[in-house]
């Protein structure tokens, strides 16, 4: 298990009258990331019932290289515009694959 990775499901919620504006800083987001050491996989996802349900499926090679991440001034600039285009708080959270 030392050398496993780590899997996040990152979700957020736009508010109904902002898609469009959420879906643009979150698209913005997958080519630095992908330029970031550690990140294997950045895919953003949007739900095809509810529109304004995002979700982004991320794989990284350590905890190390996903804090890095979300350090960068990249994802802190865009944390930054999520008031006013969500309607809670962004829910992170980490996994490690069973199988």
Known sequence: MTNQTIRVIARMIALPEKVEELKAVLLGLIEPTLLEAGAIKYELLQNQSDSTDFTFVEEWTSNQTLDAHLNSAHL???AAKL???????PDIRRY???A
């Open 76 to 78: 802190q600039a865009a």
């Open 83 to 89: 008031e006013g285009l969500v309607a809670t708080a």
């Open 96 to 98: 490690h694959l069973l």
